[in-house]
Structure formats: C-alpha cells, structure tokens
T-cell receptor
Framework: DTGVSQNPRHKITKRGQNVTFRCDPI?????LYWYRQTLGQGPEFLTY????????KSRLLSDRFSAERPKGSFSTLEIQRTEQGDSAMYLC??????????FGPGTRLTVL | DQQVKQNSPSLSVQEGRISILNCDYT??????FLWYKKYPAEGPTFLIS?????DKNEDGRFTVFLNKSAKHLSLHIVPSQPGDSAVYFC?????????????FGKGTHLIIQP
C-alpha cells in the first residue's frame, strides 16, 4: 500500500501525559501537513512542512504542540501535558508540487 | 469565524437522482477550492477541485461550479449511487494549487436512499 500511513490508529492517555504520533507520507511527496478534527467539525490545519523545513507553525494550537520532520520523510506530532480538550482525530496529509493533498486514516486521541 | 460554510449538515437523495452540495466562503483571498469525501474511520479522499479562474470543472459523475461574485460553490453528483453515501467536505486555499494548509467546512452528510 503506497498511501499515507499513521501510527498509532488509536491512543488513550491520561491527562498530563505526553503523546507522539507518527505520519509516513507517500514516498515521492515533499509536502506534509497535520490537521486536527473534532466531532462535527471539518479538519483544522495545524502545520506543514516542505521537505524538512516547517513553513507554517503559527496555527499550532498552543506551545504544547510541536511537530518535526527531521529528514524530510516521516513526521511526528507531539502533544505535551495533554488535556481533555486535546481529544480529537489527528490527520496527516501529503502532496507533491501541484497535486492535491492525500490524507492518512488519522490517529484518534482520547485523553481521560 | 467560519471562513468556509456548509450550511446543510445532511442531505438525503434518492438513488439515480442528482445530489447538489453547497458551500459558501467569506475570504476573498481564497483562489483554489476542493471537495473531499470521507467514510467513517478513514481519512478524507480527494474528489475534485477548481481554480478561481474557472467557473466549472467536471470529472465523470462529479461537477463543481464556482460563482466568485457570490462566493459560492457547489458539487453536483449525477446520477447518485449508494456508494456516494459519505460526508463531503468543501475546502479552500489561498495559495495556488492548495500548497498551503486547507480551510475546511463542517461537512455535509450525504445519504443516498435506494
């Protein structure tokens, strides 16, 4: 399967814990995006990378959120000191120059 | 402040008839628009897009219409099929080709009745 993959698919954590999600984009795609989707809403853009450079991070929800793409391939999204309001689906997408964004299946986070 | 609005949370259409999903936007800087389809437990899947320099784009059963003066776009599906039952999201971008982050509407749940 050559689509976007995300791991884990589900994560349950306790409030205050740190969590990290991984996204593997389509191999030839140089752009990678993170979104958050809460119940009844559309995906909300968080940040994006072109190769290893993070070109937009002002939309990250707070300083508890950070993302990396160290070698321009896979990416991680970390949430520190999780809160119940962080419970959501976290989506990753990738694209190449001039192409639409292809989404992964998402990681569902539940903060207890 | 919703910059992309899908005012119909759900829409029910009989199989074989036309489905029309609507989307309005407020940001005049948007110049590229997309429709995504989402099944439960899956990520959104790209359907069709349109640049602001066009007013119509067609791909098989799917046609997107853009009315820039009204800041309105619509997705037409004809004929509707049972597999079209899903949530449809309208999305927009300020950068050409959607290279930056997309702004999504809340989605419309399309139900195709047999």
């Amino acid at each position: 399967d050559t689509g976007v993959s995300q791991n884990p698919r589900h994560k349950i954590t306790k409030r205050g814990q740190n969590v990290t999600f991984r996204c593997d984009p389509i191999s030839e795609h140089n752009r990678l995006y993170w979104y958050r989707q809460t119940l009844g809403q559309g995906p909300e853009f968080l940040t994006y990378f072109q190769n290893e450079a993070q070109l937009e991070k002002s939309r990250l929800l707070s300083d508890r959120f950070s993302a990396e793409r160290p070698k321009g391939s896979f990416s991680t999204l970390e949430i520190q000191r999780t809160e119940q309001g962080d419970s959501a689906m976290y989506l990753c997408a990738s694209s190449s120059e001039g192409s639409e964004q292809f989404f992964g299946p998402g990681t569902r986070l539940t903060v207890l | 402040d919703q910059q992309v609005k899908q005012n119909s949370p759900s829409l029910s259409v009989q199989e074989g008839r036309i489905s029309i999903l609507n989307c309005d936007y407020t940001n005049s800087m948007f110049d590229y628009f997309l429709w995504y389809k989402k099944y439960p437990a899956e990520g959104p899947t790209f359907l069709i897009s349109i640049s602001s320099i066009k007013d119509k784009n067609e791909d098989g059963r799917f046609t997107v219409f853009l009315n820039k003066s009204a800041k309105h776009l619509s997705l037409h599906i004809v004929p509707s099929q049972p597999g079209d039952s899903a949530v449809y999201f309208c999305a927009a971008s300020e950068a050409g080709g959607g290279a930056d982050g997309l702004t999504f509407g809340k989605g419309t749940h399309l139900i195709i009745q047999p």
